[in-house]
């Protein structure tokens, strides 16, 4: 090799790399650059003095980089084959660099610097502290050069923790082997760390007033912020002994360096690493010494002077540090003051409060919310909680909560001091909102932990603050912040709302803890009648504000319980709201605000009527005639109102307790629904899908679709008869207690198991209405029909498909945030059509899905009910479009089921589930079908008519019907032991739940009654375990992880004892691995389906040859190894294995088949050899310790400096 040739190569390779930074090459050259260097990286075998060539310091910085990227790239994977001499060679000539080869520390590019110390990271990675004993000293040697040297040195101390501790990135014993080593040499590292930062901070402080010496100043503040950041990467994880060695001399220089603006951000980020470790109690006594005089000053001052200079981007990161160190201090404080610890309260406890209470005042936002759960794990505390200091800051801290809830700080405005640092922590308004309403529910955690303490202070406080906001005048803010309905009415941005919503919150949160902790005897009635009675007395017209006044109603409502005379007060108030109007007799459709009012008026009357019924049943008549007189005008309330106080009439009359009243009531109450629904216009209406679509106005054509609309009245006649019947289905019960039951002649008999078996007062009118719900359901169905979609008018095309709120939902794309609260809500006929068929459909199903609960056996029992549903509910279901389809699943199917005893299972269940189990697994099979070969297809084969937020929306609903049906499965078929399924929150859940990454299915999941009811019968047997393994490989991890974990076993188990063809238990155990292909890359997942794979290769490989044959195609497969498990497994007389080196065993049988994350199917593969052990014998000397190695030559010169 002559320089000649290292010369020209490197002159080739100064183009190519010029080539390829300069931004006005062509692709196809930068691409032939690009090509040639890294085929140079690969091949060449001069690597390492063109490497060293281009590292000079003579070159520009990229082609620095890039000489130095050629070293890095030989150290990683030319290392294991490189000889002594030139490993030897590389070595030293990098220590070289460090010493001497680099521009001098300000003026050297950080990414340089970055690629040396990465290389010697590398090295060190692969051959300390066997083979290069003095690595420790040589950086040592180093250092003594200069600020430049030390940071470099720095900057790799830190890089191999990251390495070794952190992100773990070698094999377990060089891991383990340069752990350990670290560990002993830890005394040493850390006091060289702690010398290299106190002397460079000394200097700094010397030089840095005077300007002749400013460069060095400047030289040694970047060695102090170098040691901060890799005493940061130490900190987390060495033994506490270090942290706290020299009476936490550490800790002190830390709190120091907090008041130097050039350093602060560094100390503030080990501080905050060290007082939140955790860790044996006792080890971390001595970090209370951050609670004594020196260490709070400089706590205190540093937060003082950041928050004195406005605000700083710089300076407001330092506080939110700091917020966060005196957070974690408070969690210390909690975990060591304990009835058994000796810790005492500090002395300066009173003085950190204080502190902590300046962060929650704090005009950021962000920083007020950092502070809440550490106030709540302070007013939890067994010991704290009692403490004098505490209780006297209960009401400065309720206090700065009536600030703190109030809604400002929206990063596009500016009327609060809180705007500005907005803009720093949220990137747009929608942002601030969602952060805002956690924080907020947060706070009213903390209130409520606060008024346990002291329930009466926060009474106190709302009290007055409800008397101020009845009495102050109405603030509707400048013009683009008030309403457009009308002169003088708030929106949600106008002051006098923000603060009205903020109290309402606080009166709310307060008042009902106050209610739960103080004896019925202590509770302050009159003062609280004396508020309800200010509340009721107040009138407004704007809308925004009386939804407030109907909730303080609500709040202030249980001492009603006390002073049951003001009842009627109240009621008159709620009935007065329902039907609010802001101008009279208006003909514009009605705003968002002045519905949300009616609603919320409604939903109050039922709230009370359900949690106080005992309270408002002497007041029933009153209740009933208020109804009747709002009901009698049809176009005064919508349907969803009227159904709501029918509701509420339902829940009071529950309480007659006898059977024979509640059913003449209910019959009287459902005579004008019975009327409508059973007229043979109705019937004919409801029984023909063409009758239908005309009756509903969707086969016009319209000529103004915002005012036009004929047909609103026939649609809101079916609306309010479903409405009704749903909510008579939903509300009505018999007593709790068996003797009230009893006694009321709700009781007609025993099961055979001995419970009580009741009857329902509403069974006979609803089951009389039951023929044309179901002949709805069918033509509902049927309209999805393409001859019927056809007839559909023009206006009305798409009346059938999804609203762009259950779009938007399924999207997870956020709601505007305005949702415009004050602009009438003018929509379209169509948008009322979508709208009008969407809750239909539901409904219908929610009424078959509480109609079993609300009825049972009158329900299970009705004759040839099966028959009827599969004809109706399960009719035209191919056309039936998914996001139709998954309501029907959760709202009808899974309760109905839920809800069914035993003995109907033959009759009724079976007969259902089994086609409809067969069908979902046909149509989910070829809806995945279609998504993988989309995915497959490459991006310029895709037809451009679906466009991708339609594909998207597709593939997205596909996931959630998917898990939607595998929980069905689950429900009917898996019981509960140890399984817990969280029904609906979990079916909509997002991808990315935390995953457990180690999961062993429950051993107790056992199949219901139900379950092997099912299994008993071959078709739906088949379809259950088809459905179960092949969804697997569906790309849907949630729905993954879930089957494998709950379903998966169960089923398989139940047919074990069979005889199962050879051919399927193939096919089982390819489906799991085929599902490992998949979803390998998530560690849940993997973990699941590698815990299965192991349950069904040992359960049934002895029985299966067929299973090792399906084992020996896995890539990569190590036969030998596989045989050795093999022989283990099938012979009994061996002793076994403890499960978890049988199931490592068998997971690394099975590697080859386990997908990998795309970012990691192409990357090379990195190997580090392992070095002869560090422990074999007792200590032995350097020279035995490095045996014979591959080369067969001793390795003790290696590396010797």
């Known amino acids: 090799m002559s320089a000649e040739q290292v010369s020209s190569l490197c002159e080739q390779l100064v183009k190519a790399v010029t080539v390829i930074m300069d931004p006005a090459s062509t692709q196809r050259y930068r691409l032939e650059a690009l090509k040639f260097c890294e085929e140079f990286k690969e091949k060449c075998p001069i690597c390492v003095p063109c490497g060293l060539k281009l590292a000079e310091k003579t070159q520009t910085a990229i082609v620095r980089h890039f000489g130095l990227q050629i070293l890095e790239h030989v150290v990683k994977f030319r290392w294991n084959n490189m000889p002594r001499l030139e490993k030897v060679y590389l070595k030293n000539n990098v220590m070289g660099l460090i010493s001497s080869g680099t521009q001098s520390i300000l003026e050297e590019e950080s990414h340089i610097k970055d690629v040396l110390s990465r290389i010697v990271v590398e090295m060190i990675k692969r051959e300390w502290p066997q083979h290069w004993p003095d690595m420790l000293k040589e950086l040592d040697t180093l250092s003594k050069q200069g600020e430049t040297q030390t940071e470099l040195v720095m900057f790799i101390l830190l890089r191999l923790a990251e390495d070794v501790v952190t992100f773990q990135t070698l094999p377990t014993q060089r891991r383990r082997d340069i752990q350990q080593t670290l560990t002993q040499n830890m005394e040493k590292i850390f006091s060289f760390l702690l010398t290299t930062l106190q002397q460079n901070v000394n200097k700094y402080r010397r030089m840095k007033t005077d300007l002749a010496q400013e460069p060095k100043a400047q030289a040694n ?36 360096l907090l008041n130097e603006p050039e350093l602060q951000i560094g100390a503030a980020e080990c501080l905050l690493i060290a007082v939140s470790r955790k860790g044996k109690l006792e080890d971390r006594k001595p970090l209370m010494v951050l609670f004594g005089d020196v260490a709070m000053h400089y706590i205190l001052s540093a937060a003082q002077t950041a928050d004195g200079e406005g605000l700083v981007e710089k300076h407001y990161v330092f506080l939110k540090r700091l917020c966060q160190v005196l957070c974690a201090l408070g969690s210390q404080l909690c975990a060591l003051l304990g009835s058994d610890s000796d810790v005492e309260t500090p002395a300066n406890f009173g003085k950190y409060l204080d502190s902590f209470l300046a962060f929650t005042t704090h005009p950021s936002q962000f920083l007020r919310s950092s502070t809440q759960i550490t106030w709540g794990a302070l007013f939890r505390h067994e010991v704290l909680s009692r403490d004098h200091l505490l209780l006297a800051m209960i009401p400065k801290y309720l206090r700065a909560s009536m600030t703190n809830l109030v809604k400002v700080g929206f990063p596009s405005k500016t009327d609060s001091p809180s705007c500005e640092y907005s803009r720093f922590d949220f990137d747009s308004d929608e942002d601030f909102n969602a952060f805002f309403n956690s924080f907020r529910a947060q706070q009213g955690e903390v209130m409520r932990m606060a008024c346990r303490l002291d329930p009466r202070t926060g009474f ?87 939804s407030c006044v109907l909730t303080n109603v609500s709040a202030l409502f249980p001492f009603v319980t006390y ?51 005992h309270l408002v049943l002497p007041n029933f008549e009153m209740l009933y005639n208020h109804v009747k007189q709002l009901l009698s005008n049809e176009l005064l309330l919508t349907q969803m109102e009227k159904c709501a106080l029918m509701e509420a009439l339902v829940l009071i009359s529950n309480q007659f307790k006898d059977y024979e009243r509640q059913k003449a009531f209910l019959e009287e109450l459902m005579a004008p629904v019975a009327g409508l629904w059973l007229s043979p216009e109705m019937q004919r209406v409801l029984s023909d899908p063409e009758a239908f679509i005309s009756y509903v106005g969707a086969d016009n054509k319209i000529a103004d679709p915002v005012l036009e609309d004929p047909s609103g009245l ?65 033509t509902h169905n049927n309209l999805y029909m393409p001859e019927m979609v056809a007839r559909l008018g023009e206006t009305f095309a ?32 169509l948008e009322r059509m979508q709208g009008f068929f969407c809750t239909l459909y539901d409904n219908c199903f929610h009424i078959l899905g509480n109609a079993g609960p609300s009825m049972q056996q009158d329900f299970y029992t009705v004759e040839g009910l099966a028959t009827q549903l599969l004809s109706s509910a399960f009719i035209n279901l191919n056309n039936i479009p998914d996001y139709r389809l998954r309501p029907m699943l959760r709202v009808f199917v899974k309760p109905l089921v839920l809800s069914c005893p035993s003995e109907y299972y033959e009759t009724l269940v079976c007969p259902m589930l089994g086609p409809l189990f067969t069908y979902l697994h046909v149509r989910l099979s070829q809806k995945w079908q279609v998504i993988n070969q989309r995915s497959m297809l490459c991006e310029d084969d895709a037809a451009d008519d679906n466009p991708e937020s339609q594909e998207m929306l597709e593939e997205q609903l ?41 999961v062993t299915p429950p051993a107790s999941a056992e199949l219901t009654e139900l379950g092997k009811c099912l299994m008993k019968q071959e078709d739906v047997c088949t379809a259950l375990l088809i459905t179960a393994y092949t969804s697997l490989s569906w790309k849907d991890t949630l729905s993954c992880q879930r089957t494998t974990t709950q379903l998966c076993w169960p089923l398989l188990k139940q047919v074990l004892p069979g005889n199962l063809l050879p051919d399927a238990v193939s096919w089982f155990f390819t489906s799991v691995l085929k599902g490992l292909q998949t979803h390998g890359q998530h560690d849940g997942c993997m973990a699941a389906l590698v815990h299965l794979a192991f349950q069904i290769y040992e359960a049934l490989r002895p029985r299966y040859a067929e299973l090792k044959a399906v084992m020996e195609q896995i890539p990569d497969i190590q036969r030998d190894s596989l045989e050795q498990f093999d022989s283990k497994l099938l012979n009994p007389t061996l002793q076994k294995v403890a499960d978890k080196r049988r199931k490592d065993h068998f997971k690394r049988l099975i590697t080859g088949c386990i997908g990998k994350p795309l970012g990691e199917q192409f990357r090379k593969e990195v190997h580090i050899r392992n070095l002869p052990s560090l422990f074999k014998k007792v200590k032995p000397s350097l020279e035995t310790d490095v045996l014979e190695n591959e080369d067969g030559e001793g390795l003790t010169a290696l590396f010797e400096p």
């Open 221 to 256: 503040c970047r060695v102090g912020v170098a040691a901060l950041n890799t005493l940061a990467g130490y900190i987390d994880w060495v033994a506490l002994s270090h942290i706290t060695a020299d009476n936490c001399k550490l800790l002190e220089m830390l709190c120091l």
């Open 460 to 546: 106190q406080m709302a009290g007055e603050w409800l008397k101020y906001q009845l009495t102050a005048p109405v603030d509707t803010g400048p013009m683009n912040s008030c309403s457009k309905t009308g002169e003088g009415l708030c929106s949600i941005f106008s002051p006098s709302f923000v603060q009205w919503d903020a109290m309402t919150f606080f009166s709310e949160s307060v008042i009902s803890q106050m209610f739960r902790t103080l004896d019925k005897d202590e509770i302050p009635v009159n003062d609280g009648i004396d508020l309800l009675q200010l509340v009721l007395n107040f009138e407004t017209k704007d809308p925004l504000i009386l």
């Open 563 to 613: 002073r049951p005379e003001y009842l009627p007060q109240v009621l008159s108030k709620l009935f007065a709201s329902v039907t609010f109007e802001v101008i009279e007799e208006s003909k514009a459709p009605r705003t968002r605000a002045v519905k949300n009012v009616r609603r919320h008026a409604c939903s109050s009357i039922i709230k009370m009527c359900r949690d106080y019924p």
């Open 714 to 778: 026939n649609r809101s006649r079916i609306s309010f008869c479903v409405y009704t019947i749903l909510g008579v289905v939903k509300r009505a019960r018999w007593p709790a207690a068996t003797e009230e039951a009893k006694a009321g002649g709700f009781l007609v008999g025993y099961m055979p198991s001995g419970s009580p078996i009741y009857r329902n007062p509403c069974t006979e009118q609803v089951l009389k209405l039951l023929d044309n719900l179901l002949a709805l359901i069918r």
């Open 798 to 829: 798409k009346a059938l498909d999804m609203l762009e709120v259950e779009k938007n939902a399924i999207l997870g794309l956020p709601q505007p945030l305005l949702e415009l609260y004050d602009s009438p809500v003018y929509k379209t006929v």
């Open 958 to 998: 596909v996931r959630l019907l998917t898990r939607e049906v595998m929980d069905l499965i689950t429900v009917c078929c898996v019981s509960k032991k140890g399984v817990e399924h969280n029904t609906t929150a979990a079916v909509d859940g997002d991808d990315d739940e935390a995953m457990a990454t180690e």
